[in-house]
């Protein structure tokens, strides 16, 4: 089921069910509905991961190439030369290319390392930021506690954090200004991660280079949120993800184990 099905509240107290598969990575609603402890909850980490992955290259690059601002002068029918001739790729006050640029990828499980790759394909420097420093499909990561250390080093900040209270409003306005001026935040984990009142005034204020957000705090987004009219934005109505990949086999090979008595994949804590 998906992360918003109707139905989850009316499978609450059925005696017979056993298990649910949700769609999503994060299955907070599930958790939250009250179900008892015989029902498993497996979640659907690994369904989304190259969809996203997609989804978080393609609003870094509409960012960075100036895309909505080509679309805006094409509206007008107008030839954008403030967009057009030589520019150097770095010149400490622009960001216009993924190449060699420095990206940090905060939150690096399964979606965060699937994204790395499709950032080093374009020639950026990836970091991860986990928990735990080390070394994860290939890429140096930086534990979570050293994050303040890397900001400053960060052009483009990919945000792929789950939803919990620890993870609220991690970036805030401290940390936005640890990011350089040009930088650009990218979010594509969840809403509550992100101060948007700070980002909105970094982005009007100048002190940050831009934003692509395809997740909020309150979704749909409110119609009075500053970030509609910040500049340097591009908002995506939560559709990073929406196409599971690889679903009939996984659900599959899980209920074979349900019916087994074999321990499921992706099984939820509790």
Same mark, same amino acid.
């Given at each position: 089921?998906?992360?918003?099905?109707?139905?989850?509240?009316?499978?609450?107290?059925?005696?017979?069910?056993?298990?649910?598969?949700?769609?999503?990575? $994060?299955?907070? =609603? *599930?958790? +939250?509905?009250?179900?008892?402890? @015989? /029902?498993?909850?497996? #979640?659907?980490?690994?369904?989304?991961?190259?969809?996203?992955?997609?989804?978080?290259?393609?609003?870094?690059?509409?960012?960075?190439?100036?895309?909505?601002?080509?679309?805006?002068?094409?509206?007008?029918?107008?030839?954008?030369?403030?967009?057009?001739?030589?520019?150097?790729?770095?010149?400490?006050?622009?960001?216009?290319?993924?190449?060699?640029?420095?990206?940090?990828?905060?939150?690096?499980?399964?979606?965060?390392?699937?994204?790395?790759?499709?950032?080093?394909?374009?020639?950026?420097?990836?970091?991860?930021?986990?928990?735990?420093?080390?070394?994860? $499909?290939?890429? =140096? *990561?930086? +534990?979570?506690?050293?994050?303040? @250390? /890397?900001?400053?080093? #960060?052009?483009?900040?990919?945000?792929?954090?789950?939803?919990?209270?620890?993870?609220?409003?991690?970036?805030?306005?401290?940390?936005?200004?640890?990011?350089?001026?040009?930088?650009?935040?990218?979010?594509?984990?969840?809403?509550?991660?992100?101060?948007?009142?700070?980002?909105?005034?970094?982005?009007?204020?100048?002190?940050?280079?831009?934003?692509?957000?395809?997740?909020?705090?309150?979704?749909?987004?409110?119609?009075?949120?500053?970030?509609?009219?910040?500049?340097?934005?591009?908002?995506?109505?939560?559709?990073?993800?929406?196409?599971?990949?690889?679903?009939?086999?996984?659900?599959?090979?899980?209920?074979?184990?349900?019916?087994?008595?074999?321990?499921?994949?992706?099984?939820?804590?509790?």
């Amino acid at each position: 089921m998906g992360f918003a099905s109707p139905i989850i509240d009316q499978l609450v107290g059925a005696p017979k069910l056993r298990w649910i598969q949700t769609l999503t990575a $994060g299955p907070d =609603p *599930v958790l +939250a509905a009250g179900f008892g402890p @015989e /029902v498993q909850v497996t #979640t659907g980490r690994g369904f989304h991961d190259e969809t996203v992955a997609e989804h978080t290259v393609a609003l870094a690059l509409a960012g960075l190439r100036q895309l909505p601002e080509s679309l805006a002068a094409q509206a007008d029918h107008r030839w954008a030369e403030e967009l057009s001739g030589f520019r150097p790729l770095h010149d400490g006050v622009t960001l216009t290319t993924l190449i060699d640029a420095r990206v940090t990828i905060w939150g690096f499980g399964s979606i965060g390392q699937t994204v790395a790759a499709r950032f080093a394909a374009f020639g950026a420097r990836v970091t991860g930021i986990a928990r735990s420093a080390g070394e994860r $499909g290939g890429f =140096p *990561v930086r +534990a979570s506690a050293d994050v303040d @250390e /890397v900001l400053p080093q #960060t052009d483009v900040l990919v945000l792929v954090l789950p939803k919990s209270p620890e993870t609220d409003n991690l970036l805030d306005a401290r940390r936005l200004a640890l990011l350089p001026a040009y930088a650009w935040v990218v979010n594509v984990g969840r809403g509550n991660a992100i101060d948007e009142r700070a980002l909105a005034a970094a982005l009007h204020e100048g002190t940050l280079g831009g934003a692509g957000l395809d997740v909020f705090q309150t979704e749909p987004l409110p119609s009075d949120s500053p970030l509609w009219d910040a500049p340097h934005v591009i908002v995506t109505p939560h559709n990073a993800g929406g196409r599971p990949l690889h679903t009939r086999e996984f659900i599959t090979d899980n209920l074979q184990r349900l019916l087994a008595g074999q321990p499921l994949r992706n099984l939820a804590p509790r």
